[in-house]
């Protein structure tokens, strides 16, 4: 699959499957992440691969947005290092960005759990708290968000997307 191809059938997979994925795509897909670039080759976001199904269980408490993680049969957790690079939000995105095509690519679903919110501080802590506690993550990460991994129970239907001329302008906006 090249890569045009899987943004274009890259969907959100909020129901998967009760089937585990191989180790070695879930390496593939940690592969995606960690060769994705970053501002000034600064190693300002980490990932965290988690397959321990009690663990798993308790991220999915870290929003009541994630019942699907639940369902997954892996997560991986992005982490960022503002002490490293003002980039952090952007590398980490990157990555992530990075990791879901991959993941298209081999045929495996994600579901995409933000934790950190920049709107509200106080709601960002608490749910970065329980990230943090739950995989002993040092006070000085910042976490991004967590991806839900596994195979799909049915596939999404296409999204309706605004017309390009709504988003893409040239030479200048409008």
């Given at each position: 699959m090249?890569?045009?191809?899987?943004i274009?059938?890259?969907?959100e997979?909020?129901?998967?499957?009760?089937t585990?994925?191989?180790?070695?795509?879930?390496?593939?897909?940690?592969?995606?992440?960690?060769?994705?670039?970053?501002?000034?080759?600064l190693?300002s976001?980490?990932?965290?691969?988690?397959?321990?199904?009690?663990?798993?269980?308790?991220?999915e408490?870290t929003?009541?947005?994630?019942?699907?993680?639940?369902?997954?049969?892996?997560a991986v957790?992005?982490?960022g290092r503002?002490?490293?690079?003002?980039?952090?939000?952007?590398?980490?995105s990157?990555?992530?960005?990075?990791?879901?095509?991959?993941?298209?690519?081999?045929e495996v679903?994600?579901?995409f759990?933000a934790?950190?919110?920049?709107?509200d501080?106080?709601?960002?802590?608490?749910?970065?708290?329980?990230v943090?506690?739950?995989?002993?993550i040092?006070?000085?990460?910042?976490?991004l968000?967590?991806?839900?991994i596994?195979y799909?129970?049915?596939?999404?239907?296409d999204?309706?997307?605004?017309?390009?001329?709504?988003i893409?302008?040239y030479?200048?906006?409008?």
């Amino acid at each position: 699959m090249d890569v045009l191809k899987a943004i274009q059938t890259r969907r959100e997979i909020t129901s998967f499957k009760n089937t585990p994925v191989p180790n070695d795509i879930l390496e593939s897909i940690l592969d995606a992440g960690y060769l994705a670039p970053t501002g000034n080759n600064l190693p300002s976001r980490e990932l965290i691969l988690v397959t321990n199904r009690e663990k798993i269980d308790t991220l999915e408490k870290t929003t009541p947005y994630m019942k699907w993680l639940n369902e997954a049969s892996a997560a991986v957790v992005i982490t960022g290092r503002p002490d490293v690079s003002k980039y952090w939000i952007q590398d980490g995105s990157i990555s992530s960005s990075f990791m879901w095509l991959r993941a298209t690519e081999l045929e495996v679903g994600v579901g995409f759990g933000a934790v950190y919110n920049f709107e509200d501080e106080k709601e960002s802590f608490k749910r970065e708290q329980w990230v943090r506690s739950s995989l002993n993550i040092p006070e000085d990460r910042r976490i991004l968000a967590i991806f839900g991994i596994g195979y799909p129970e049915n596939k999404p239907k296409d999204k309706k997307l605004p017309s390009r001329e709504e988003i893409i302008y040239y030479e200048s906006f409008k």
